[in-house]
């Protein structure tokens, strides 16, 4: 990734980034694309973990993909039948 160098000011430490030609993803290189996928997947499970939380918590009255459905397009979750609403929901999100 970067280098570690020593600090400009105490308690601080850079990380020397690669020139962004060195960075950029080629066709060739498959393990930066598991990489990049493996930070995607990480990504997700965290906003999914804080949607749970935040409803669990009663900070939000639905997670956002529901509220979304439910609030601004009630005419699409209609066209599902609703034994798979809740997996349409997740789909669409």
Not at 55 to 72: H, R, S, Y
Request: aromatic letters at 6%; zero cysteines.
């Amino acid at each position: 990734m970067g280098e570690l160098v020593p600090p400009r000011s105490p308690g601080a430490y850079q990380i020397l980034r690669e020139p962004a030609e060195k960075r950029r993803m080629t066709r060739n290189d498959p393990a930066r694309l598991g990489t990049y996928a493996l930070r995607g997947v990480i990504a997700a499970m965290a906003m999914t973990a804080m949607r749970v939380v935040m409803v669990g918590l009663n900070l939000l009255t639905k997670d956002p993909p529901e509220q979304i459905f439910e609030d601004a397009l009630p005419h699409f979750l209609a066209l599902v039948p609703r034994e798979y609403q809740d997996e349409a929901i997740e789909l669409a999100h």
